[in-house]
């Protein structure tokens, strides 16, 4: 199985920053890679898929890269509705997938 | 506009079966896959299932093999989740989510749209 190492943990900062948080596979992905916001109590909201492209209504200020087996967001400016816990989502393969371990950005 | 509401969650003891259901609306059901994902208190998400188009190709998670059933009833715009054997482990919100694009068979996708989630607790 595909394994998602996704860093940091948890991430601080304060608004107007800029953040990157990465994700790590443990195979080849080919670049088939999403993130995801998910605020306290609600369910997740897809952000960027194929490792670079944004998905429709998303905050331009949110972007993604890929580097080989290394995936990164990138959320520019951050605003107070950006604080929330973030997840990397691989999608290889038909038959299964699986997430990161989660990034929670909070307010420094 | 795309919905999906989940139900079917509640208590059970260690053993039991539940089953959740996941009601769509705003989307031509039929053409989309379907997944299961949960995520136990506190900690991240787990995929756990997913069923194509049509119904006959379905795949689980190691850690629901041969416990858990997906199936879908495309005239009823229905996804369910069948869940057998249940374990304290398998105490988490269960979300039903949506491919983000129609007619992908066996070939894998993001989710586009999720549920709210229903709450299933294993304990005696």
């Known amino acids: 199985d595909i394994q998602m190492t996704q860093s940091p943990a948890t991430l601080s900062a304060s608004l107007g920053d800029r953040v990157t948080i990465t994700c790590r596979a443990s195979q080849n992905i080919h670049g088939w890679l999403a993130w995801y916001q998910q605020k306290p109590g609600k369910a997740p909201k897809l952000l960027i898929y194929a490792a670079s492209s944004l998905e429709g209504g998303v905050s331009s200020r949110f972007s993604g890269s890929a580097s080989g087996s290394e995936f990164t967001l990138t959320i520019t400016s951050l605003e107070p509705d950006d604080f929330a816990t973030y997840y990397c989502?691989?999608?290889?393969?038909?038959?299964?997938?699986?997430f990161g371990q989660g990034t929670r950005l909070e307010i420094k | 506009e795309v919905q999906l509401l989940e139900s079917g969650g509640g208590l059970v003891q260690p053993g039991g079966s539940l089953r959740l259901s996941c009601g769509v609306s705003g989307f031509t059901f039929s053409n989309y896959a379907m997944s299961w994902v949960r995520q136990a208190p506190g900690t991240g998400l787990e995929w756990v299932s997913v069923i194509y188009t049509g119904g006959s190709s379905r795949y689980y998670a190691d850690s629901v093999e041969g416990r858990f059933t997906i199936s879908r009833d495309d005239s009823n715009n229905m996804l369910y989740l069948q869940m057998n054997s249940l374990r304290a482990d398998d105490t988490a919100v269960y979300y039903c989510?949506?491919?983000?694009?129609?007619?992908?068979?066996?070939?894998?996708?993001?989710?586009?749209?999720w549920g709210q989630g229903t709450v299933v607790t294993v304990s005696s």
């Open positions: 989510a949506k491919f983000r694009q129609q007619l992908v068979f066996n070939a894998p996708d993001v989710f586009d749209h």
């Open positions: 989502h691989q999608y290889n393969t038909y038959s299964r997938g699986s």
